[in-house]
């Protein structure tokens, strides 16, 4: 069974660096076609793509917050860090861990399959 | 970046209704449109990738259609645990962006 898991503050401060960890099993991101992402949604708001790890260490993020984010790896314990600097009220929301695969056999096609069950973050003094 | 526009925003329905929704992307993704249903304080789940096939576990009741910039989600009809919001996401190209829902309410 596929499971992933957050972890991290609650709370933060404005400016301070938001420091989360997922922490999955069932599955090796050292196996290709595999990759660990994040994923945020504010409150009432649309899903917002943020990073993605892959197996091989490639690593993607978003433009608008590329120089804010940093996502790392450890595959001896299974775990995928994201690192957001800079933390503001608007960063407030959900932050979910996902695991992306090849879905469709033969085809270097990714899509979200598992999900963790998301960490609420919220940004105040 | 791929934006998606979805359509409707939100919509009402009954138990047993017919419901389609689209997302409609700014430039040609192929096949590359993801579905996924989200209810309220859970994550969300994928039902449809490659913009036709069906996740799964995923009830039969949800297909998919498209390629190109044009989608469609439809629940051929609709059941009382479908009320939910509905997100597409593309996986052509990073960004991987999502549209800004639909959601399905009880009429």
């Known amino acids: 069974q596929v499971t992933l898991k957050e972890s991290g503050p609650t709370l933060v401060k404005p400016t301070q660096t938001l420091t989360l960890t997922c922490t999955f099993s069932?599955?090796?991101?050292?196996?290709?076609?595999?990759?660990v992402g994040w994923i945020r949604q504010p409150p009432g708001k649309a899903l917002e793509w943020l990073a993605l790890i892959f197996w091989n260490d490639d690593k993607r993020y978003s433009p608008s917050l590329r120089n804010r984010l940093t996502i790392t790896k450890d595959t001896s314990k299974n775990q995928v860090v994201l690192t957001m600097t800079n933390m503001d009220p608007v960063d407030m929301g959900t932050y979910y861990c996902?695991?992306?695969?090849?879905?469709?056999?033969?085809?270097?096609?990714?899509?979200?399959?598992?999900w963790g069950q998301g960490t609420t973050v919220t940004v105040s003094s | 970046d791929i934006q998606l526009t979805q359509s409707p925003s939100s919509l009402s329905a009954s138990v047993g209704d017919r419901v389609t929704i689209t997302c409609r992307a700014s430039?040609?993704?192929?096949?590359?449109l993801n579905w996924y249903q989200q209810k309220p304080g859970k994550a969300p789940k994928l039902l449809i990738y490659?913009?036709?096939n069906l996740q799964n576990g995923a009830p039969s009741r949800f297909s998919g259609s498209g390629s190109g910039t044009d989608f469609t989600l439809t629940i051929g009809s609709l059941q009382p645990e479908d009320f939910a919001t509905y997100s597409c996401q593309q996986s052509y190209i990073t960004p991987r962006t999502f549209g800004q829902g639909t959601k399905v309410e009880f009429k």
């Open positions: 430039q040609n993704i192929n096949n590359y």
């Open positions: 069932g599955f090796s991101l050292s196996t290709g076609g595999v990759a």
């Open positions: 490659a913009s036709s």
């Open positions: 996902t695991r992306d695969t090849i879905v469709l056999r033969g085809t270097n096609y990714y899509a979200v399959d598992v």
